[in-house]
Antibody, heavy 122, light 109 residues
Framework: QVQLVQSGAEVKKPGASVKVSCKAS????????ISWVRQAPGQGLEWMGW????????NYAQKLQGRVTMTTDTSTSTAYMELRSLRSDDTAVYYC???????????????WGQGTLVTVSS | EIVLTQSPATLSLSPGERATLSCRAS??????LAWYQQKPGQAPRLLIY???NRATGIPARFSGSGSGTDFTLTISSLEPEDFAVYYC???????????FGPGTKVDIK
């Protein structure tokens, strides 16, 4: 069965960086893209960006351009999301999610990781 | 940038009632509109993709309709497990960009 298992919770100081991992299993990793979505406490969902696991092409949300980098390691079927220059409003649960059904380059995710809580606090 | 608006913000209904949720886009998104359900402490669950297609394993009481800028998610008869927050999401083909709506909370009346 398809599974996305994310790394554990992190506590970071303002200005630091965080790197969250997402290990995929149960499908051919390079056949699907991965989106990263975050959710601040009590708030809605915010799309952060997308990466093709096939060729590494990325597209990031405009508000995070310059602070976020998404990568994949096809040898371990793992996706990574690094966010730099952390601020208190980056405190959120971060999800990775696999492309789902549809005919466009990126498609609405159908399998999600369990989420990783990143807390930014001095 | 496409903005999604959902209404109402909260819908208070009883089990067995019909729920109608609306999502409006600031410009046409064709049929590239999905619906998600999220319960507290859980990841979102894909219900509907491309406006009207049920995702794998989604019960038939969930249906989606619309195209262009106006979309509807209908739950024909609410089950106790359907009380949750529902988000619509649009996507563009290239470059791939996704946007979520602010959500509609369906709670028990």
């Amino acid at each position: 069965q398809v599974q996305l298992v994310q790394s554990g919770a992190e506590v970071k100081k303002p200005g630091a960086s965080v790197k969250v991992s997402c290990k995929a299993s149960g499908y051919t990793f390079t056949s699907y893209g991965i989106s990263w979505v975050r959710q601040a406490p009590g708030q809605g969902l915010e799309w952060m960006g997308w990466i093709s696991a096939y060729n590494g092409n990325t597209n990031y949300a405009q508000k995070l351009q310059g602070r976020v980098t998404m990568t994949t390691d096809t040898s371990t079927s793992t996706a990574y999301m690094e966010l730099r220059s952390l601020r208190s409003d980056d405190t959120a649960v971060y999800y990775c999610a696999r492309d789902g059904p549809g005919m466009t380059t990126a498609t609405p995710p159908d399998y999600w990781g369990q989420g990783t809580l990143v807390t930014v606090s001095s | 940038e496409i903005v999604l608006t959902q209404s109402p913000a909260t819908l208070s209904l009883s089990p067995g009632e019909r729920a109608t949720l609306s999502c409006r886009a600031s410009q046409s998104v064709s049929s590239y509109l999905a619906w998600y359900q999220q319960k507290p402490g859980q990841a979102p669950r894909l219900l509907i993709y491309d406006a009207s297609n049920r995702a794998t394993g989604i019960p038939a009481r969930f249906s989606g309709s619309g195209s262009g800028t106006d979309f509807t998610l209908t739950i024909s008869s609410l089950e106790p497990e359907d009380f949750a927050v529902y988000y619509c999401q649009q996507r563009s083909n290239w470059p791939p960009v996704f946007t979520f709506g602010p959500g509609t909370k369906v709670d028990i009346k």
